[in-house]
């Protein structure tokens, strides 16, 4: 069994197409249907890529969700810690998470869920800057355990990671 991590478009393709049966393949699935469902029928486990603790610049909802930054991410230009508490991000964790499902992956790799840990410990990296106050650890712990809840409902797979 392989480990394979691809969030490069042009490069997912390729990536599925060297897994074998039982290899276990995180990539971001946007604009992959037909690949993934090949590897899923190859015996691929496809989790796809979903960023629950941190809002990406280069997404397509960024703006949508930019007031809920907290601070920057250190080490990620155009990355931020968000707001996990806030009732629109987690529905739109389970929207993201519905348009992997319909590529046909059979799980989620649910990335920076230690959003929590930062809310608990602070935003202390050397070049993160506070943009707003962070919600409390606890909050922000029971937030992302609705939004797994949520999501196994679905059907899929979730690996926290962070």
């Known amino acids: 069994m392989a480990l394979r991590y691809c969030f490069e ?3 997912v393709k390729s990536t599925l197409d060297r897994s074998k049966k039982n290899d276990l393949a995180v990539i971001d699935t946007e604009g992959c ?7 899923v029928k ?14 990406e610049s280069e997404r397509s909802y960024c703006d949508t969700f930019k ?6 991410y250190d080490g990620w ?3 931020y810690w968000v707001d996990v ?13 519905r348009k992997i ?4 992956a059979i799980g989620l790799y649910l990335d920076n869920t230690d959003i929590y840990y930062m809310c608990a410990k602070g935003f202390k990296e050397e070049r993160s800057r506070m943009i ?12 992302l355990e609705s939004v797994i809840l949520r999501l196994t409902t679905l059907g899929l797979a979730v690996m926290p990671h962070g």
């Open 85 to 97: 508490t806030n009732k629109a991000w987690q529905d739109h964790l389970v929207m993201e998470a």
């Open 33 to 39: 249907e037909g690949a993934v469902r090949t590897a």
């Open 77 to 79: 230009d155009g990355e």
């Open 9 to 11: 478009q042009d490069r």
């Open 132 to 143: 707003k106050k962070a919600p409390s650890a606890s909050l922000a712990y029971k937030a």
């Open 42 to 55: 190859r015996g691929v486990l496809v989790y796809g890529y979903l960023n629950a603790g941190a809002l």
């Open 67 to 72: 007031h809920l930054c907290i601070a920057k």
């Open 101 to 104: 499902k319909a590529t046909g």
